[in-house]
């Protein structure tokens, strides 16, 4: 594969490393209780020719990020030594047809897939059914500085746009990321931002036309301080707290 999954679409590039990332887990380390990030990225590299870090980058993730969002389940993310299983597994490898949105329009997109991955991990992701994208609950609104309304969004249609509500309830200066579930599907305006004590943000949420999955948006936060670039508050080795915005299709409910 090479350097050509960088230049892949977006969700051709999340499905890969999903994908190749999985395999790794719970395939090639399947009985191994904590996997060193040398060890993950020494086998990415060997799969897909690229760096891990490299593959990330392109779908404007790290790897941490990555791992908080799709393998929080299984796996206590130790950045940046490596990834500790929570709980030993030793089962086939899971399908990620869920990955970057793809849904219905999965079988469209197999033949090249399974085309660019090794033998081994290509003949699993066509043999086993699709895997709802694994992600906790994340954050608890009772408790954060935040207040976010509503807490869920309904659509109806494979299309639109929707807005919620950021809350700065405290006497600091909160920086703010937003990070989606399916990025292939959704677009949401701005993703950093930094909130005034006692202020409202508007954010908005594109729904592009894709399948009628569930997702969720991630609202990462941290006091700002007297930093003016919402981007230089975050750093990549520090876990921040987060709350969650679901992502509901329904063609019988509304906002909440």
């Not at 020719?49 to 990330?56: M, R, T, Y």
């Not at 990549?236 to 509901?248: E, G, V």
Request: glycine share 4%; with cysteine; net charge neutral.
């Amino acid at each position: 594969m090479s350097k050509a999954l960088l230049n892949m679409p977006n969700r051709l590039q999340q499905r890969i490393i999903g994908t190749t990332i999985n395999y790794i887990l719970f395939e090639q380390k399947k009985s191994v209780g904590f996997i060193t990030q040398e060890v993950i990225e020494e086998l990415f590299k060997e799969f897909t020719g690229v760096s891990l870090n490299d593959a990330c980058q392109t779908i404007d993730m790290t790897f941490k990020d990555f791992v908080d969002l799709h393998f929080s389940t299984a796996f206590k993310n130790c950045h940046p030594h490596g990834l500790a299983r929570n709980e030993v597994v030793n089962k086939s490898i899971l399908a990620f047809d869920s990955f970057g949105g793809f849904g219905v329009q999965a079988a469209a997109y197999d033949a090249v897939v399974v085309s660019s991955l090794p033998t081994a991990i290509g003949n699993n992701v066509a043999a086993n059914a699709p895997l709802t994208t694994q992600i906790d609950a994340a954050g608890d609104a009772a408790t954060s500085p935040l207040k976010l309304e509503p807490t869920k969004l309904f659509w109806s249609k494979p299309d639109g746009i929707q807005n919620i509500s950021l809350l700065n309830q405290t006497a600091e200066r909160q920086a703010i990321k937003l990070k989606c579930s399916d990025n292939a599907v959704y677009r949401v305006s701005p993703v950093r931002a930094i909130i005034e004590p006692r202020k409202n943000l508007n954010i908005e949420i594109q729904r592009q036309n894709g399948s009628n999955k569930d997702a969720r948006i991630f609202i990462v936060y941290s006091p700002a301080g007297n930093e003016e670039n919402p981007k230089n508050v975050f750093k990549s080795d520090t876990k921040y707290p987060m709350i969650a915005l679901s992502l509901l299709f329904s063609t019988e409910q509304t906002a909440e």
